[in-house]
């Protein structure tokens, strides 16, 4: 092995941070000659060093038996290429997760480490189940905070240690005390015209005149990070609020032990690295998603049928359709009596899929039920449509897949949120004071920098929309999602606003649009990540 390479190597694990032995740096110098040009792998060595994160020992014996996993990957990997001829992502590489069966981790502030609910959780929960709700969203984004550079405690005191620091104090801390202080709290509005600051200590009257905000939607039930003082009258003066500071994906899933909190379980080496190889690779990897498919509405059919003839014309088929509600023109609530006539036009949308053969037999169908959907009730999460209304579809396309609302999905090694819901409209209106434009003036940034900073899809007050209590864990968005090397996540958010796709802090966000009144539809590419948006 020339000395060039052995540098090479060298240099890599001092960018992270590795101090290894030399027999340890043998090791993952024979690791990398084992590997030939025609290895699947890009770069092997990045790869072991990453893995090596996780490892509290990082001896020889910990290189060799990651070296040999990776090794049994990449065999498996071209053995896979050999015998398939072409990539095809197919409905086995493709996990779709219902609302209702995403497992729940609380945090513990004593042990300060997370632990799945064990047990079952009732839909109609007691007194007990919606505090915990409010106890369970501020535990969440506070232990964030406590472990973020400008607002963890320091270890020892001193002059350097305190500059720049910003410490929170508990909001039963500020009686008596002088001078500004910064505090974490929920808002809420204890009494009416008057807000409060609540933590799990005690609540404090606010007042928000004359404070400076960043971005995003300040409402009830957000948790934000004020800095003030308290007034003489026992009002918190508010001088800067904020929301809390976002956490990288990476530091979240290492201090979450390994716990699977997306729901769609853990992936061993092997597997992660063919399903980004074939995400990479795949020559079917689109995903379409449409949102409102009034199917009581002829020209919205008709315009469906214009964008599956296109796509059964195409060399390779999208490998999945993603249809968000609403699936009727009119509110299917108590006033509604045509359900009957609902359920033929589901058959009679099957029928039009099945009439596509391509698209019948190399896609997958998602169905994800809209606010106005038939239903329980319009609380979140919102189950699947009811199996009244889909058997005459599912005659046609048996495998149709109907899930919840919001609904995730691992595709390959990506994990994708999906969100049907008027969220934008809602926020607007539920607002406290306007949004900042400093930072931007687009309502659909302020919205999303809203439900990803309070890592949660639906911060709005229970009243505007109720929630599930005991299900409430289904909305989050924790870990915080972000671009790594195998792992991006997006969030769809289908509302009644105008077509928009943007990145927020890597993050890949997008709105397709109203199918039924624009035309507007949204074709994504997984394999760089793009958004195209479309129309008819």
Known sequence: MSSSTRKKVQ???????YTLELDAVDEILSFESEFNNDSALDDPVDILLDLLVTQPIKDKETVHRIATRILGADATINETTDSDGDDVIRASDLLIVDALKVPKFRYDP????????TGSLPMHGDAFSKAALYKDRFLLLSQMLSRHKDFSKPAFDSELSDFGRCEISPIQSLIGQTGRRWVMGLISQLEDGHFYLEDLSASVEINLSNAKITAGFFVENTIVVAEGEMLLEGVFQVFNCGFPPLEGRDKSLQFL????????????EQET????KLEREAVNGNVVILSDIWLDNEEAMGKLERVLD???????VP????LMGNFCSHPCNLGFHS??????QFGKLGQMIAAHSRLKEGSCFLFIPGPDDAGPSTVLPRPSLPKYLREELQNHIPNAIFSSNPCRMKFCSQEVVFFRQDLLYRMRRSCLMPPSTEETNDDCEHLVATITHQ??????PLIVQPIIWNYDHSLYLYPTPHTTFDFHVQIVLGDRSEQKAFKYTGITCFNPGSFSSDGAFVVYRPDNQEVELSSL
Request: glycine fraction near 8%; aromatic fraction near 12%; charge should be positive.
């Open 110 to 117: 004593i042990k300060k480490v997370f632990y799945k609910h």
């Open 339 to 344: 359900f009957s006539n609902l359920r033929s």
């Open 455 to 460: 890592c949660h899809l639906c911060p709005l």
């Open 11 to 17: 240099k890599k694990c001092k960018i992270r941070g």
């Open 273 to 276: 690295l063919r399903l980004a």
């Open 319 to 322: 490998c999945l359709f993603v």
């Open 257 to 268: 032990a390994g716990h699977d909190s997306f729901g769609s379980g853990t992936l061993t």
């Open 310 to 316: 296109a796509f059964e014309n195409e060399d390779f």
